[in-house]
């Protein structure tokens, strides 16, 4: 098979990190996979939720959404009531982050990452957590120079990928083209110690194999290899 941007079937789209592309927020990033891009932005809040409350303990959680014309047709704004499908993706996000940080550590602040598509091309989700990290990192490095933390609360590195079956070919990091057509369609969240936080997948047609199951998860699991390189890449500053 051959795809539409020339890449292998094992290859990522070009990944592209720039730190602090917004002045305001505690940590910011700007991630590229292709041609999906993603914002996403820090804020921290000396308050956690109610249930956490007196309890010592910090929260993370994420917000997502797209710009109107992130794709191809407009998609309307619904300030008031969210699509399914966003509310999803923010609490996978969430759980994706919350995987990699020492809650306990935090004190009693709440970091909530925005995730916003500018452009969509495929993989919104994984791009959006690859990049959360990042700015997640980017925020509580930050307090730690100014002597909030002695020491980073931070456990591991977390990174997403997208697998799938196309033609019955078995391709990383589908863009949207491919995802569309996909018979098979795994997401897949992992840590740099190699444990899976998530993995969701569907089959749009046929079933599939326990063999396509380990298939796709040790290509994704190649994907998010690389992707941690990006990652210690870019955050190279705040070491």
Request: glycine share 8%; with cysteine.
């Amino acid at each position: 098979m051959t795809r539409k941007d020339g890449r292998g079937n094992d290859q990522l789209r070009p990944v592209k990190i720039t730190l602090g592309y917004q002045d305001y927020p505690e940590g910011s990033a700007l991630i590229e996979v292709g041609n999906t891009r993603v914002l996403c932005a820090v804020t921290v809040e000396d308050r956690v939720p109610p249930f956490l409350k007196g309890q010592g303990t910090g929260w993370v959680t994420a917000e997502y959404s797209m710009l109107p014309r992130a794709t191809h047709t407009r998609t309307p704004r619904n300030p008031e009531r969210q699509a399914g499908r966003s509310q999803e993706i923010q609490r996978l996000i969430g759980r994706s982050l919350r995987a990699a940080i020492d809650l306990d550590a935090l004190g009693e602040r709440s970091f909530t990452v925005d995730c916003d598509v500018l452009q969509a091309d495929g993989g919104t989700r994984t791009a959006s957590i690859t990049g959360a990290y990042i700015a997640l990192y980017i925020a509580i490095a930050n307090l730690k120079k100014k002597g909030v933390y002695k020491a980073l609360p931070v456990k591991c590195a977390v990174a997403a990928t997208s697998v799938g079956v196309v033609d019955r070919i078995r391709l990383l990091d589908l863009c949207y083209e491919e995802d569309s057509r996909a018979g098979v369609d795994f997401n897949v969240v992992m840590t740099d110690k190699g444990e899976f936080v998530e993995v969701q997948g569907t089959a749009e047609g046929k079933p599939f194999t326990r063999e396509t199951i380990d298939q796709l998860l040790a290509l994704a699991e190649k994907g998010i290899k690389e992707l941690f390189e990006e990652q210690k890449k870019a955050l190279a500053a705040y070491k």
